[in-house]
């Protein structure tokens, strides 16, 4: 099978190993790939983003299947391009990506299907903004969401009303360009957050999914959940102390109305779906839609999987997923990201990587290769996966395997999975506090 698969970060490395572990060969090509990646396949010069580029080249090259890694270029409207010239793609249809590219437009979908979600009110001009801080109900923290794609940045929890107004003037005044002209003020959750990924299949007259395991990210950048928050230093899955029975209880009150919502909507879906869910007293709440695959969630996903992922993602790219429930291997994987120091303001480049041969899988997220060396090239640069019987023993693992590789500066959180399995040793479930 020829595959195009676009992106280059961990994420892309992760999706890239496993689609070569396919029994079928595969002829694996990346936009734009890393030097990472080029052990499994060839990289092709073209952006990400570049739609016009990328669909010329899907012309020509004819791939059988294209799989669409991260959020700008679905929400830009590339699965739409390619899908135009009758070419298999795993990516929602820009109108579908909205989900993730319109924190409002989101919203407003859920509510509309009756999801159950935290209070918000969208304002998009200053005084109005104000107005609502001023005389804000919900309780604190405010949490204040730029309505576009602002590369993760763009949530910010203010704990006074002071620094919500400034957030909030600092956000119209197009602190993330056109991304922060409009505001979703929302009400604070509080309780525990899972990352819950669904390949949909939804069309007019179908309206499948496929659950994969909960998975559980650390976004803050120092342990015990300190500092500031980052695309995510760590991830694990399943999680020890949840229950089928919490998993149905996701299914039931936020993925199915997701599906019946989008159908009534008549919004296609041919791709994941990454809820992001807060656990609260009352039960899941969604956060946030996706509308592609988490890093670095990913990497464990891709480690549990027993698939076969070319033909899993083309099923689902030709509207024809049959499955109810997907083959896992048993026990636990583990993902620990290896991170840039100061990361994540100001990642330091260039640094050469001293990369030894650990016992587990090493992803390469935002690194590069000069005259034979690798050097750092990005703010997470490394994960170290491995997949074992249960979440302590990855946890050895990985630990043991972080003597192989480092450099001078690297930031690496020791604590990945930690609270989580003290938590379920404890009996707690996903209710419980911390
Ligand atoms: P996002 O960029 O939308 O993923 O949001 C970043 C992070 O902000 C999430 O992972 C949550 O930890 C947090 N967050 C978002 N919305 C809320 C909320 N309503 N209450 C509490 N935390 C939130
Ligand atoms: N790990 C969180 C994300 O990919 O958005």
């Not at 949840?242 to 209880?249: G, I, N, S, T, Y």
């Not at 583990?334 to 587990?360: C, F, H, N, R």
């Not at 990005?378 to 249960?390: F, S």
């Amino acid at each position: 099978m020829k595959i195009l698969l676009i992106g280059s970060g961990g994420r892309e490395h992760a999706l890239a190993l496993k689609l070569k572990a396919s029994l079928d060969p595969v002829e694996l090509y990346a936009a734009p790939g890393s030097d990472g990646m080029k052990a499994q396949g060839t990289c092709v010069d073209l952006g990400a983003e570049d739609v016009a580029g990328l669909a010329a080249w899907c012309a020509e090259h004819r791939p059988d299947l294209v799989i669409i890694g991260p959020e700008g270029p679905l929400v830009a409207g590339l699965a739409d391009a390619v899908r135009a010239l009758d070419i298999p793609v795993f990516g929602h249809d820009a109108a579908t990506a909205r989900l993730e590219g319109s924190k409002i437009f989101a919203k407003d979908f859920m509510q509309r299907h009756h999801i159950p979600c935290a209070a918000s009110v969208a304002v998009r001009d200053l005084d109005a903004g104000e107005r609502e801080i001023r005389t804000w109900t919900h309780g604190y923290p405010i949490v204040l969401k730029a309505d576009g794609l602002a590369a993760g940045k763009g949530v910010v929890l203010a704990g006074t009303e002071d620094e919500a107004l400034a957030t909030l003037r600092s956000f119209l005044a197009g602190e993330y360009g056109e991304a922060s002209r409009a505001v979703l003020l929302e009400a604070p959750l509080f309780g525990m957050e899972l990352s819950f990924h669904v390949l949909v299949d939804v069309d007019a007259d179908h309206a499948r999914f496929l659950p994969l395991p909960p998975c559980q990210d650390h976004k803050r950048i120092f342990e015990n959940d300190q500092g500031p928050n980052t695309g995510g230093m760590g991830a694990f899955g399943p999680i020890p102390f949840l229950k089928a029975a919490d998993v149905q209880r996701m299914v039931d009150e936020l993925v199915v109305p997701t599906v019946r919502g989008l159908q009534a909507d008549g919004l296609r879906a041919r791709g994941v779906l990454f809820l992001g869910v807060m656990w609260d007293a009352g039960g899941p709440k969604l956060l946030e839609y996706n509308c592609r695959f988490g890093d670095p969630e990913t990497q464990v996903l891709m480690h549990l999987l027993d698939e076969d992922l070319p033909q899993l993602l083309l099923e689902v790219a030709e509207g024809r997923l049959q499955r109810e429930k997907v083959k896992l291997h048993p026990g636990c994987a583990l993902s620990v990201v290896l991170a840039a120091e100061g990361y994540p303001a100001a990642p330091k480049q260039g640094v050469v990587i001293d990369m030894g041969t650990p016992a587990v899988t090493v992803i390469h997220a935002g690194t590069r290769k000069t005259n034979g060396t690798w050097v750092v090239n990005g703010g997470r640069v490394l994960n170290l996966v491995t997949h074992a019987g249960n979440l302590a023993t990855a946890r050895t693992r990985i630990s043991e395997a972080l003597d192989s590789v480092q450099w001078p500066g690297m930031q690496v959180r020791g604590d990945i999975g930690l609270r989580a399995l003290k938590h379920a040793e404890a009996g707690k479930g996903v209710a419980d506090a911390w």
